[in-house]
T-cell receptor, first 108, second 120 residues
Framework: KNEVEQSPQNLTAQEGEFITINCSYS?????LHWLQQHPGGGIVSLFM???GKKKHGRLIATINIQEKHSSLHITASHPRDSAVYIC??????????FGTGTRLKVLA | GAVVSQHPSRVICKSGTSVKIECRSL??????MFWYRQFPKKSLMLMAT?????????EQGVEKDKFLINHASLTLSTLTVTSAHPEDSSFYIC????????????????FGPGTRLTVL
């Protein structure tokens, strides 16, 4: 079992839908990261959080330390949100422990 | 802020040649840079961690003599794939330890756009 699990693995949504991607982890963490990998391969760091909730534009990330769970929400989804979303944990070191990624496709 | 560049973005080479990939932090200094390899539809695999001015730390199973890493300055790390073979064809991504300030014990990594290597 991976130390960081994501669900779903694949997700197709219609433009405008509210999207939720889940991440569960089994290790103690110092921080939880959400990354976006574009079809061309580039990776953008979306959020780094250790507690509570962060919001940036249409993206919201939450974390529940007790339940070892984090969610990434996308409101009013758009085709340009189509990408692979990766959850990663840092656990006492600088190394990222990556989830397997969620491939999101938003249809117009 | 916190932009990382990689060069080249794409390279095709013949088997047996060496290829150098550069990773630069453009607007911040990075004491630590990371090199990853990614296979199609798979997650990132950490190859090595490089610290400015010292030898890189390689992950288990990564050949040091094949993947030479140099971190000569606080803004530049290079990965050289020596005597490349078709099985080295992959997507290579670097990241840099960010400038910090988030109040957390470890910094956020900022990723380069990646280099797609094809060895014929």
């Amino acid at each position: 079992k991976n130390e960081v699990e994501q669900s779903p693995q694949n997700l197709t949504a219609q433009e405008g839908e509210f999207i939720t991607i889940n991440c569960s982890y089994s290790v103690g963490i110092s921080a939880l990261h959400w990354l976006q990998q574009h079809p061309g391969g580039g990776i953008v760091s979306l959020f780094m959080l250790s507690s509570g909730k962060k919001k940036h534009g249409r993206l919201i990330a939450t974390i529940n330390i007790q339940e070892k769970h984090s969610s990434l929400h996308i409101t009013a989804s758009h085709p340009r949100d189509s990408a692979v979303y990766i959850c990663a944990a840092t656990s006492g070191t600088y190394k990222y422990i990556f989830g397997t990624g969620t491939r999101l496709k938003v249809l117009a | 802020g916190a932009v990382v560049s990689q060069h080249p973005s794409r390279v095709i080479c013949k088997s047996g040649t060496s290829v150098k990939i550069e990773c630069r932090s453009l607007d911040f200094q990075a004491t630590t840079m990371f090199w990853y390899r990614q296979f199609p539809k798979k997650s990132l695999m950490l190859m090595a961690t490089s610290n400015e001015g010292s030898k890189a730390t390689y992950e288990q199973g990564v050949e040091k003599d094949k993947f030479l890493i140099n971190h000569a300055s606080l803004t530049l790390s290079t990965l050289t794939v020596t005597s490349a073979h078709p099985e080295d064809s992959s997507f290579y991504i670097c990241s840099a330890d960010g400038p910090g300030g988030g109040g957390l014990p470890y910094n956020e990594q900022f990723f380069g756009p990646g280099t797609r290597l094809t060895v014929l």
